[in-house]
């Protein structure tokens, strides 16, 4: 209340002020003693002009130092890294472009200022610049978009699912879960229909493939291979965001959504390189969802590849976590005592290390 009273009687005094200021010049034009000449002032405010700018400058450098500390470490996807040089390429061409432009733009009303002894020249338009500054921009964002063109290709042509680890996540209000579709590499279906309190994925179990499925708490990705998150919602849009993998993605419900990455820096890795012992990766929201959107973080671990199939043979099927609910369901297999083969414990887990490990220096 204070603050607007103080911003009310500045505002105030400052009209006041312009008020004597322009009587006073309007009896000075009554009297006659206004010569026409320009004074002082105007070499005062062609002066205060560049100032500006440099001053401007300062703050620019100052403001873009006390941000630094909050931008993403380097990104830990291959994919991430190029669309990494593709901002901090655009980012120098803009910055470039804006020093030239405003270093001119208050150089210009200094160095032109008025004075006695000069006319303004008449200048009205040159076909040579306007052409320069035409066509350098144009082939200046040619390439850009040529080059962020190829890269989003390849972000969006996806590989063969069985060349990644498909990995299942659905946001919902407030919350994600993750599905892995357990040692048969292939997720069972899912129907609306089927979500309840206790099955919260709608994990269908009239599908022999869903009775191997787990249901972890974390989410793991194995460094160095392809990792391909199929991403549905239950309720509303949410957004898949993995900041440290430049990964962002929606979360639409009634329409799975997807994307693919290769991890390259392991959770480990990161903590050594940030020097931060509790370093963690997360999963985000960042679509506004709700009331609890804030609450929608999920902790990621990227693991070595064999730490990673180590982690997934200590994973329960949640069929068998929840057995009772899932003999109880109208057309459960395991209730017809049809074989479920998926449910035993399976051979062994060879169908891990078919994933072939990507020579992540060879890809960058
Ligand atoms: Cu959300």
Redesign the pocket.
């Known amino acids: 209340m204070t603050g607007y009273l103080i911003l009310a009687a500045s505002v105030l005094i400052l009209l006041v002020l312009l008020l004597v200021f322009v009587v006073y010049r309007l009896v000075g034009v009554m009297r006659g003693a206004n010569t026409g000449k320009i004074g002082l002032s105007n070499k005062i405010n062609a002066a205060i002009i560049p100032l500006f700018f440099v001053v401007g400058l300062v703050a620019f450098y100052l403001s873009y130092q006390q941000a630094k500390p909050y931008f993403l470490p380097e990104a830990s996807s291959v994919h991430g890294l190029k669309t990494d040089f593709m901002f901090w390429f655009t980012m120098a061409i803009l910055t470039f472009a804006f020093l030239v432009t405003n270093a001119l733009l208050f150089w210009f009303p200094f160095k032109y200022q008025y004075k006695e002894d000069r006319k303004a020249y008449y200048y009205p338009d040159n076909h040579k610049l306007e052409l320069i500054w035409t066509i350098i921009p144009a082939v200046v964002m040619t390439g850009l978009v040529y080059y962020g063109l190829k890269q989003w290709n390849i972000i969006t042509t996806f590989p063969a699912e069985n060349e990644c680890e498909v990995i299942e996540v659905m946001?919902k209000?407030?919350g994600w879960q993750v599905r892995y579709p357990g040692k048969d590499n292939q997720l069972g279906r899912y129907k609306f229909k089927a979500i309840d309190l206790t099955n919260e994925f709608g994990i269908d179990f009239t599908d022999s493939a869903s009775y191997d499925d787990f249901i972890p708490r974390e989410l793991h990705i194995p460094k160095g291979k392809k990792v391909l998150l199929r991403i549905r919602s239950r309720d509303?849009?949410?957004?898949v965001f993995l900041p440290h993998f430049r990964v962002k993605m929606d979360?639409v419900p009634g329409m799975p959504t997807k994307f693919w990455f290769i991890p390259t820096k392991s959770t480990q890795e990161m903590r050594d390189i940030t020097g931060n012992p509790s370093f963690n990766y997360e999963l985000a929201?960042t679509?506004?969802?709700?009331r609890g959107?804030y609450a929608?973080r999920y902790l990621v671990v990227v693991d070595e590849p064999e730490d990673f199939v180590a982690w997934k043979a200590s994973q329960n099927p949640w069929s068998l976590d929840n057995a009772d609910y899932v003999s109880a369901l109208p057309g459960s297999l395991v209730k017809k005592s049809i074989p479920v083969p998926s449910v035993l414990p399976v051979d062994s887990l060879a169908k891990d290390s078919e994933v072939e490990v990507i020579d992540i220096a060879s890809v960058n």
């Open positions: 946001g209000q407030f509303v849009i949410h957004s979360a929201c679509e506004v969802c709700g959107h929608m």
